[in-house]
């Protein structure tokens, strides 16, 4: 098996410039899940939070700018996305619970914000697509990654991880400090962006979005490709 070089994870830390405790996505360099083990997707349930409010729709960071970990490049940003063999790879790299069950409840063909975090300029870069449904993540397992769980068994695997394709760029980058700006005024008001995960929960990389219950509102820079007025869910 080839060696990853790039990572994610599925705590991340406070989208600032400097310092966080975030990690980032990795991925197979040959880009293809057709080179890891094909193993089916671990049935567990989603979470609480999954449970009762089903997604279709996601966000989910990623480290665009160079950063060593145990001597691995976690670098991978959309622009790396794109390059891989049929614009797909796997997501891996994910050790935070709620987001590994985020993972195991995301269905083929459901779409993701792409996000850019912990760099100069975070926010959402783009948007991709499932190719393929959770099943266990293969760095867990590989003593040189710094994603390694000693913990984990083959036999009874604790990480999953899906395969995503891009789609597109968005038609212009949306910052970080525009996404906190609908959500402060959300927040006043009680629109949909009110609750949004990213900075409710700020180290969580794998976050559902689900349909604005209030009124409709959409990011006027997301591209039309399908019904994407959607709001990050706070619970």
């Not at 997604?55 to 790396?80: A, N, Q, T, Y």
């Not at 927040?187 to 009124?215: I, Y």
């Amino acid at each position: 098996m080839p060696k990853s070089q790039k990572r994610l994870t599925g705590a991340a830390g406070p989208d600032k410039k400097g310092p966080s405790g975030k990690r980032t996505k990795t991925g197979n360099p040959d880009g293809a899940s057709a080179k890891m083990e094909n193993s089916s997707p671990q049935k567990t349930s989603a979470s609480k939070n999954c449970g009762k409010n089903s997604s279709s729709h996601w966000l989910m960071k990623s480290e665009p700018e160079s950063r060593l970990e145990k001597g691995v490049d976690v670098k991978f940003g959309i622009e790396d996305l794109k390059a891989q063999p049929n614009q797909t790879t796997c997501w891996d790299g994910v050790r935070n619970y709620q987001a590994r069950n985020f993972l195991r409840a995301m269905k083929l063909e459901e779409e993701a914000f792409f996000y850019h975090s912990n760099c100069k300029d975070p926010g959402i870069a783009g948007l991709m697509k499932i190719v393929k449904e959770a099943y266990p993540d293969h760095t867990q397992f590989e003593k040189n990654s710094p994603h390694y769980d000693p913990s984990s068994k083959k036999d009874n695997p604790k990480w999953s991880m899906v395969d995503v394709q891009f789609v597109r760029m968005m038609k212009r980058f949306i910052p970080l400090a525009e996404l906190k700006t609908h959500h402060q005024a959300h927040k006043a008001t009680g629109g949909p962006l009110k609750d949004m995960v990213l900075f409710t929960r700020q180290r969580l990389s794998v976050q559902p979005l689900t349909q604005g219950k209030s009124r409709p509102f959409s990011l006027s820079s997301t591209p039309q490709h399908g019904p994407m007025n959607f709001h990050l869910l706070a619970d």
